[in-house]
């Protein structure tokens, strides 16, 4: 079981905007600004996309936007492409005991 | 460009030991703190350690800690992760990446299997 919480599946049409949720708690996403996400496509490595909440890598689209309200962030990917078909995975600094979390992963579906 | 290149896996019999390396360049690899992130066959990631960039400080997700340890040679460029005590649930492709702190893991290399089996 994960330390922190997405659904295991999100499906959207191309052009469309969709959101991925990460929930935590305050000993991770709420305590810090420290939240980041990974796109990984089947049999690929992951990738950075979305580093300290909500700024991007050089490289990656500004279709994909990062946020956190509380204990929760999220992933938005706007204007939805095929090639956005991949798993995401978020991760939370989680201070000087646990260190890093990461979340179960989300399966985007682009239909 | 960064090249993280890693070597070492292979098939282990539970209780054995294994010691994976990472070969980089392409960066200054003694400026950058480094990890490894492992993902068990068909499953998420999972942070598995860290090490500040001059070896000063080690840390371990509780799964490994104890029977695995992180070390770097910035002289040879190379990131390495001694494992001992191998179970079967440390099956895995095992990722050496650098990142800033705890905070983010910013390049991957293309990753290990480590297979634990009798």
């Known amino acids: 079981q994960s330390a922190l919480t997405q659904p295991a599946s999100v499906s959207g049409s191309p052009g469309q905007s969709i959101t991925i949720s990460c929930t935590g708690t305050?000993?991770?996403?709420?305590?810090?600004?420290?939240v980041s996400w990974y796109q990984q496509h089947p049999g690929k490595v992951p990738k950075l996309t979305i580093y300290d909440v909500s700024k991007r890598p050089s490289g990656v689209s500004n279709r994909f936007s990062g946020s956190k309200s509380g204990n929760t962030a999220s992933l938005t990917i706007s204007g939805l492409q095929a090639e956005d078909e991949a798993d995401y995975y978020c991760c939370s600094y989680a201070g000087s005991s646990t260190y890093v979390v990461f979340g179960g992963g989300t399966k985007l579906t682009v239909l | 460009q960064v090249q993280l290149v890693e070597s070492g896996g292979g098939v282990v019999q539970p209780g054995g030991s294994l010691r994976l390396s990472c070969a980089a360049s392409?960066?200054?690899?003694?400026?950058?703190?480094m990890h490894w992130v492992r993902q068990a066959p068909g499953k998420g990631l999972e942070w598995v350690a860290f090490i500040r960039y001059d070896g000063s400080n080690k840390y371990y997700a509780d799964s490994v800690k104890g029977r695995f340890t992180i070390s770097r040679d910035n002289s040879k460029n190379t990131l390495s992760l001694q494992m001992n005590s191998l179970r079967a649930e440390d099956t895995a492709v095992f990722y050496c990446c650098s990142g800033f702190h705890l905070y983010y893991f910013d390049y991957w290399g293309q990753g290990t299997l480590v297979t634990v089996s009798s």
């Open positions: 305050s000993s991770d996403v709420g305590g810090y600004n420290y």
């Open positions: 392409g960066f200054t690899f003694s400026s950058y703190d």
